[in-house]
């Protein structure tokens, strides 16, 4: 990897997050954190209020991009064939002869949008659980793959809890992020009126197609992590352990058990494309400690004091930083003596 091609990821990251930027307004952190689990080849959970403008994201990135969109509207009667397709019975025209074809369903798309995803039962949630993780469906034994690339957004409403089903922790763990979307202030609310009401919609243009979307995924891959950036991202994952000598007091206090190795990938997979995104060849701590949050706070259980006391695993994420914040000088000097 070279400067030229370091400059050409930099260039295409910032062009495709203005064009959304353009339809979208006000979510800068989000389009960031977004874009980021796309190359970094994730998936990803976003939590937040009605009306904030995710599903409007999701289709925006899937034109920017010119990928195939497909829309799943989760609700307590979906059935799993209705997310990955199932065996019609087919007659030939000609012979009469009668035959099994499968259908697929809207999975067979390379953004996924499963809106309202636990308002479906588990059985339901479970059948995205081999497409994220293998990029395949299997119906009737036989094994369907998915076009590349393939991303999975999300969404769900934190307040209407009534009737819904909490996701698995091993659906929650295949969320490379989870990203919190917010209310906009007074001066992105008056621009989203300005730009909703009025009688022509922003044009999305397509910005790259899938073959350079793999080709960035591949860069990511190529980034650099020292040694001593990949123990931090370890020690952050076993701060949250209750159960590990090392572990955060707050987490000894308020956590049932903490992040899973998914989540020191999700760490440095993150701190890769933000590294690509800033001119730079190799990961630092400061990238690592910036995806904290969307890495790690959906894989925190909390235990029941937790909960009494209101806590978010964000404060808990607060505090284990606070805890390492001498660490990585400590780490870089130790690399430097050897």
Not at 69 to 90: K, S
Not at 111 to 132: F, G
Not at 140 to 145: F, V, Y
Not at 203 to 220: D, K, T, W
Request: glycine share 6%.
């Amino acid at each position: 990897m070279d400067d030229t091609s370091i400059g050409e990821f930099t260039t295409h990251y910032q062009t495709i997050k203005t064009e959304i930027g353009r339809v979208v307004v006000g979510q800068e952190e989000v389009i960031d954190w977004v874009l980021t689990a796309l190359l970094a080849g994730g998936h990803v959970l976003l939590e937040g209020l009605p009306g904030l403008g995710k599903t409007l994201l999701v289709r925006t990135l899937a034109s920017s991009l010119d990928l195939r969109f497909g829309r799943i509207q989760f609700t307590p009667d979906l059935m799993p064939a209705d997310i990955v397709g199932t065996n019609m019975v087919m007659e030939d025209p000609e012979t009469g002869r009668r035959r099994f074809e499968f259908q697929s369903g809207p999975v067979f798309s390379q953004i996924v949008l499963a809106d309202e995803i636990n308002r479906a039962t588990p059985k339901t949630q479970s059948a995205l659980l081999e497409a994220m993780q293998e990029q395949s469906v299997t119906v009737a034994g036989r094994t369907h793959s998915l076009e590349s690339p393939f991303f999975v957004l999300a969404t769900q409403n934190p307040i209407e809890m009534e009737g819904t089903y909490p996701l698995p922790e091993a659906q929650l763990d295949r969320f490379l992020f989870k990203i919190l979307v917010r209310s906009p202030g007074e001066a992105d609310l008056v621009e989203v009126l300005s730009r909703t009401t009025g009688s022509t919609p922003p044009e999305i243009h397509s910005i790259i197609g899938s073959p350079r979307l793999l080709e960035m995924q591949a860069q990511v891959r190529d980034v650099t992590v020292a040694s001593y950036v990949a123990t931090y991202a370890a020690r952050l994952i076993l701060s949250t352990d209750p159960n590990h000598p090392d572990a955060s007091p707050m987490a000894k206090r308020y956590l049932l058990y903490g992040s899973s190795p998914r989540g020191a990938q999700a760490l440095i997979l993150a701190g890769k494309v933000r590294a690509l995104t800033q001119g730079r060849f190799h990961v630092s701590f400061e990238d690592i400690r910036d995806a904290t949050h969307v890495c790690l706070r959906h894989r925190l259980h909390l235990g029941f004091e937790a909960e009494a006391e209101g806590i978010h695993p964000d404060q808990i994420l607060d505090a284990i930083l606070e805890d390492v914040k001498e660490l990585p000088a400590k780490l870089e000097a130790l690399s430097q003596k050897k």
